[in-house]
């Protein structure tokens, strides 16, 4: 992978206002694959003190965003589709990763799988990405 294109990921993921709100960390990056981690926390329990959908769908997305771009140009969502398996224990460290499993000049793939610290199977996703081309915009940032 190009060492530009990871650095500026990652930066890009260190001060990103989504990730910092759900404390989204990205802790492997390569050409095609992600690893983001989350804690689950109280502030992120639906009605019934259980992870919302949603939190686990952001961890989901961030892992899919970052192995998309990941080729260095932009790469937006057409679509996930999220099968939820199990629900996470309070407090729980959660690790999602993104796999690419075919890419075209146009569109690519995802397998993405979230687990817990136990190893246990969380949510599973598969996802597809418009692939457009242009340079990420963020590139060219001086490093801080």
């Given amino acids: 992978m190009d060492r530009s294109v990871r650095d500026a990921i990652l930066r890009a993921v260190e001060t990103e206002p989504f990730a910092l709100k759900f404390g989204l960390k990205l802790?492997?990056?390569e050409?095609?694959?992600?690893k983001v981690e989350m804690t689950f926390t109280p502030d992120m329990e639906n009605l019934?003190?259980?992870?919302?959908g949603g939190a686990l769908f952001a961890l989901m997305d961030e892992a899919f965003e970052t192995a998309s771009n990941s080729h260095g140009t932009v790469a937006v969502a057409l679509s996930m589709t999220v099968s939820?398996?199990?629900?996470?224990?309070?407090g729980s460290r959660l690790t999602a990763e993104a796999r690419e499993y075919s890419r075209s000049r146009k569109t690519a793939n995802?397998?993405?799988k979230v687990h817990?610290?136990?190893g246990r199977l969380i949510a599973s996703c598969q996802a597809l990405v418009y692939r457009k081309g242009t340079p990420l915009p963020f590139l060219d940032s001086p490093t801080p």
């Fill in 84 to 90: 939820y398996v199990r629900a996470p224990d309070r």
């Fill in 27 to 29: 802790v492997e990056l």
């Fill in 116 to 118: 817990d610290d136990q």
């Fill in 110 to 112: 995802y397998d993405i």
């Fill in 31 to 34: 050409e095609g694959y992600s």
């Fill in 48 to 52: 019934f003190g259980m992870a919302h």
